[in-house]
């Protein structure tokens, strides 16, 4: 059996069942969640940090990190003390702040400030505050349901995108340079797992999604092109800076990043679809 095959199925008995204990420990508003996703972050963040040091200049890597997961980290103290959520967004932005006074409060040259500021406000955003779009999941109403759904959601559109492109791949690889061996096959498949995970979803929980199951389909197409982006993004990031992965941490799979790149760019996009769609599950 391919080698990466194994390293896949490996991760995939390891990982969600481990996934499946954290959705089901919701004391706290999910408490164990928020500290994972704080770890992950910082995690993250470095994983970033160096991929971009390979083009520019930046700003102190622990100061970075600790910003990055200090956004995080306030998403946690918010599921104990239950405080608004606006706190969490002043933190994202004082941390840009910060980054800012830091860069007119050093005492260096300036040639490179731009680089800084620049790659520090990109880093607070795509490995912090974006992050915490999976953790406001857990305040909804039903939130076990609703982090099921969204998962299974990214999860079913990388699993099914795979499994189509190894099958029915071959020969229409090639169309997205951002990746070249992403095929038309594979993103079919995406689509339809996304398409699926919703479908489920609306036939389990009918009394949570109440209404059309066209309302599902219609998420899961978006979570399913929002999650191929968000993995061509990363590509696109990796083959700037010349890197084949983000990290080795994750057997098969690479870093940290890659495994969440996806999550990184749909929580934001199914947090704002699901709380219009289903206005009730807001508290």
Request: aromatic content about 14%; hydrophobic content about 55%; charged content about 10%.
């Amino acid at each position: 059996m391919n080698r990466k095959v194994v390293s896949r199925l490996g991760v995939f008995f390891i990982g969600v069942p481990l996934i499946i204990v954290l959705i089901m420990l919701n004391q706290l508003n999910h408490l164990a969640i928020h500290a994972v996703v704080t770890v992950v972050s910082v995690i993250a963040a470095w994983e970033f940090y160096n991929i971009l040091s390979n083009n520019f200049t930046l700003q102190n890597k622990i100061f970075l990190l600790s910003m990055t997961g200090l956004i995080n980290f306030t998403m946690l103290l918010r599921a104990v003390f239950e405080f608004d959520v606006s706190y969490v967004d002043f933190i994202y932005v004082a941390s840009i702040l910060a980054c800012l006074s830091a860069e007119v409060l050093s005492n260096r040259s300036f040639e490179n400030s731009n680089s800084r500021i620049v790659t520090s406000i990109t880093i607070l955003t795509y490995t912090g505050f974006l992050l915490t779009f999976l953790t406001r999941m857990t305040f909804l109403r039903n939130s076990r349901q609703i982090l099921i759904m969204f998962l299974t959601m990214v999860f079913f559109c990388d699993s099914l995108a795979w499994f189509f492109g190894v099958l029915f791949g071959k020969n229409n690889k090639g169309f997205i340079k951002a990746s070249p061996n992403k095929s038309i096959a594979g993103f079919c498949g995406g689509i339809f797992g996304s398409i699926l995970s919703g479908i489920l979803s609306w036939i389990l929980w009918k009394d949570i999604f109440i209404g059309s199951v066209l309302k599902l389909i219609f998420l899961g197409i978006l979570i399913s092109i929002t999650s191929i982006l968000g993995d061509l993004v990363e590509s696109v990031l990796k083959r700037s800076s010349n890197c084949k992965d983000s990290g080795s941490i994750i057997p098969g799979r690479g870093g940290i990043l890659d495994s969440i790149d996806s999550i990184v760019f749909s929580a934001p996009v199914f947090y704002f679809v699901i709380t219009h769609l289903y206005p009730a599950l807001l508290q």
